[in-house]
Nanobody, 116 residues
Framework: QVQPVESGGGLVQAGGSLKLSCAAS????????RGWYRQAPGKQRELVAS???????VYADSVKGRFTISRDNAKNTVYLQMNSLEPEDTAVYYC??????????WGQGTQVTVSS
């Protein structure tokens, strides 16, 4: 089992930046993929960015050029650097870890609020 724990959310003005962190504990050797998702009020949860164990990265079109996903293997942590934030980026951001066994583990979520 793997436990993701997010941190780094908060309130920022439009045009500002935030950096989210997702630390993983437990059976980290079974991790296949880590991703950041977000869910705004009244909307479905959507993928923001993901990074595979091999380093393949995927971004949602809406965040390309503004957000960067990265990882620190020594700290078992994945980051989401968010620049040029827009009010439309306001949401609860979740870290999800997928394992080779087919399981998926969600973090508790962290609120990101961008004021105009």
């Amino acid at each position: 089992q793997v436990q993701p724990v997010e941190s780094g959310g908060g309130l920022v003005q439009a045009g500002g930046s935030l950096k989210l962190s997702c630390a993983a504990s437990g059976n980290i050797f079974g991790i296949k993929n880590r991703g950041w998702y977000r869910q705004a009020p009244g909307k479905q949860r959507e993928l923001v960015a993901s990074i595979s164990r091999g380093g393949s990265i995927v971004y949602a079109d809406s965040v390309k050029g503004r957000f960067t996903i990265s990882r620190d293997n020594a700290k078992n942590t994945v980051y989401l650097q968010m620049n040029s934030l827009e009010p439309e980026d306001t949401a609860v951001y979740y870290c999800k870890i997928d394992t080779y066994s087919g399981s998926g583990y969600w973090g508790q979520g962290t609120q990101v609020t961008v004021s105009s």
